[in-house]
């Protein structure tokens, strides 16, 4: 959980880099930050070099005095440990810190997040700093939570990750017939007899042309491992700073949906979740939804924090176009009205020199409070600070959830067949724009978290069905409870091998269905079908499937090629509840009408009827609920509010009727009960 504790109100501010600057700007930005309602900074990201000079001298004097400073200032502090670049000196003298990449080259010192996991100097200094930092600043009370290094993330592939994979396989499958098994070696004669005959998959084994792999087993397993690695190191930093202060909040700051790490494991290390959002001006409103609606998920639904955003620009895009005038205040509300509690950015003071110097920051080289992007931040400051703590813990209650899981999203991406173009991420999308254009709430769960609270469950290409998920399923369904998946669904178990019998492997009883084949159809092609009158495209992968029980949904099935007919949407009674099943990918007006039915039929309603382009999420405290209606339109939508409300932002009253809503304008409507257009 946030430190609520110590949060007056959503808390605002961000990565604050004053060891880059001479003391006298510091004044500067202290009372730029007091104007702009800036109440939060985040200090110490990168500054191991400067605090540790070699094994024993440590230099905490420059950071005594910016404490010193941002404490008089009555700020609030993010502490990060500064173990996301180690310093040059070590790498010079302790060689296994740097990382081997994937083509098996061993790095040099440079750049940054950077440091081997499996390093034993790593895995000593860093907690050591992290220590040190907690005594040290133990004192503080104005630090509210600890930032363990910054964006964990990448791979190693040298010879200590290596060691550290066998141990971790040993652990897992104790025996190495078992591994044998599992990774079925006896294809292509891979059989290993010693564990120390295993090598790490990278581009001088198991893999080829970019990403791909000829053996799924190990590849998927090196995720799995080296995901658990990098957690090990956070987890060292954690406990070292808990062994001086237990009751800190810690965090590091994740980055939405990154595929190298389970950040479902991760976040059950973590005293609370964080994340830097960076969409791109084009991404629609839905692309950038979703991943705060997987970072509440992971928190087991609980409010997160925005770590960082740019106030601006970035300057790692090919294009770091401008986030149009109110874009950031729309962004930083969307943020919240999915589940954030905190609004912060990178960077509050533009740095003159190195990559990031022409990122978008609070303070710009201009060094005034007279620029654009200064004033929209200090007016948001301003709102932040009018709307207090009112909605500070309010959760999100959503009877949709969609499952995501990172084994099956590497197994789908390592899969060789049946399509290139099978992305699960544009799989999720594809079921996730689509209710939410609708403004139904949804959560992203794991398929091992809890389904009790939902009516409806969608896992799309629920390719890998691990342990005894399908019972899982089963008994929600058998509950009353309707489960939709789609094409290649339920082919593999936990270790990536095929379950015999028939698609969809476990879950076919509880479809309803057998697949007998799948066709992949290039980007050029497509098939169609009809439902409820209207013709869509069949797209991607096209299922040849049998009923065994269900009913087919669609009106002729297939309306091409030699299958032509076969059913292309079904729908099983089991027990209480149904299992749809969707055999193809389809347009986004096709979801649209597909999943309004399933709906429809569930009982279950969106927030509210808005024009297109206008975004609606609820959260709720205490009896009380906030309506977040986001107008992500550059022109006015009319909205209809069908009881009085307050707009809490600007302390308005809002009467029941129609209105207009300014382009990119935003609402936050307190206890409004249900709404119609
Ligand atoms: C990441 C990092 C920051 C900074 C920003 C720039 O989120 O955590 O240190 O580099 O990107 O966008
Ligand atoms: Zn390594």
Not at 280 to 296: Q, V
């Amino acid at each position: 959980m946030l430190p609520y504790e110590k949060l007056e109100k959503i808390a605002y501010g961000g990565d604050y880099n004053p060891e880059q600057w001479p003391e006298d700007i510091w004044e500067q930005d202290m009372a730029l930050f007091h104007e702009a309602g800036i109440d939060i900074v985040t200090l110490n990201v990168f500054s191991w070099a400067a605090l540790q000079k070699n094994e024993t001298e440590y230099d905490f004097e420059k950071l005594d005095k910016i404490m010193k400073l941002v404490h008089d200032n009555g700020l609030k502090v993010c502490m990060a440990t500064s173990t996301g670049a180690h310093p040059a000196w070590m790498a010079k003298k302790y060689p296994d810190i740097l990382r081997v990449d994937y083509e098996g080259r061993k790095r040099k010192f440079g750049g940054r997040h950077n440091s081997c996991p499996n390093s034993p100097t790593y895995r000593k200094y860093a907690p050591l700093l992290a220590r040190k930092l907690a005594q040290r600043y133990r004192d503080y009370d104005n630090i509210v939570a600890w930032h363990v290094s910054n964006e964990f993330g990448g791979e190693c592939y040298c010879e200590n990750c290596e060691k550290a994979f066998r141990v971790w396989l040993r652990e897992k499958y104790k025996d190495i017939a078992h591994l044998n098994t599992a990774w079925n070696t006896s294809f292509w004669g891979h059989t290993f007899y010693e564990w120390d005959e295993i090598v790490l998959p990278d581009l001088r084994s198991e893999h080829f042309c970019g990403e791909r792999t000829m053996f799924q087993g190990i590849s998927i397993d090196y995720k799995r491992f080296m995901s658990d690695a990098i957690l090990a190191c956070y987890v060292l930093e954690r406990d070292a700073i808990k062994e001086v202060l237990p009751n800190a909040a810690v965090t590091t700051n994740l980055m939405g949906f990154y595929k190298p790490l389970d950040y479902f494991k991760w976040a059950k290390e973590m005293d609370f979740v964080s994340w830097d959002n960076y969409p791109a001006n084009e991404d629609s409103y839905t692309k950038i939804a979703m991943p705060h609606d997987l970072m509440r998920g992971i928190g087991g639904q609980e409010p997160f924090a925005l770590m960082e955003q740019t106030p601006s620009a970035q300057n790692w895009q090919p294009y770091n176009a401008l986030k149009r005038p109110n874009v950031m205040r729309l962004w930083s509300y969307q943020a919240v009205a999915h589940g954030a509690d905190t609004v912060m950015f990178f960077q509050m003071r533009r740095s003159i020199g190195a990559c990031e110097k022409y990122h978008g920051a609070v303070i710009d080289h201009a060094g005034t409070k007279n620029t654009r992007v200064y004033r929209e931040v200090a007016a948001l400051g301003r709102e932040l600070s009018a709307i207090g703590n009112r909605f500070l813990g309010a959760r999100t209650r959503s009877e949709i959830a969609v499952l995501m899981d990172w084994d099956n999203w590497w197994a789908i991406e390592y899969s060789a067949g049946p399509s290139c173009d099978l992305h699960y991420l544009d799989e999720i999308s594809r079921y996730y724009d689509a209710l939410r254009e609708f403004n139904y709430s949804v959560d992203i769960i794991s398929p091992d978290m809890d389904f009790a609270a939902y009516k409806v469950i969608i896992a799309p290409v629920f390719y890998m069905v691990k342990g005894d998920t399908d019972e899982k399923v089963r008994a929600f369904v058998k509950g009353g409870g309707r489960f939709l998946t789609t094409f290649f669904s339920g082919y593999v178990q936990e270790n990536d091998l095929v379950v015999l019998g028939g698609y969809p492997g476990k879950l076919r009883d509880i479809l309803g269905i057998w697949v007998e084949e799948e066709d992949a159809l290039p980007q050029e092609a497509q098939n169609g079908f009809m439902y409820r009158g209207t013709e869509y495209p069949a797209t991607l992968l096209c299922d040849l499937l049998h009923l065994e029980g269900a009913q087919q949904m669609d009106e002729c099935g297939y309306m091409q090629d030699f299958y032509s007919g076969m059913p292309v949407l079904t729908k099983n009674a089991f027990g209480e509840g149904i299992a749809y099943y969707v055999a193809t990918a389809s347009s986004g007006a096709f979801y649209r009408e597909f999943l309004k039915d399933i709906c429809d039929e569930a009982h279950v309603a969106p927030l509210m009827h808005t024009p297109k382009g206008v975004e609606v999420t609820c959260r709720e405290k205490d009896g009380k609920r906030w309506l977040f209606v986001l107008n992500h339109n550059e022109q006015a939508a009319e909205i209809t509010v069908d009881a009085p409300a307050v707009d809490v932002i600007t302390g308005n009253a809002v009467p029941a009727g129609t209105f207009l809503l300014q382009g990119r304008d935003v609402l936050i409507l307190e206890n409004s009960s249900a709404m119609q257009n």
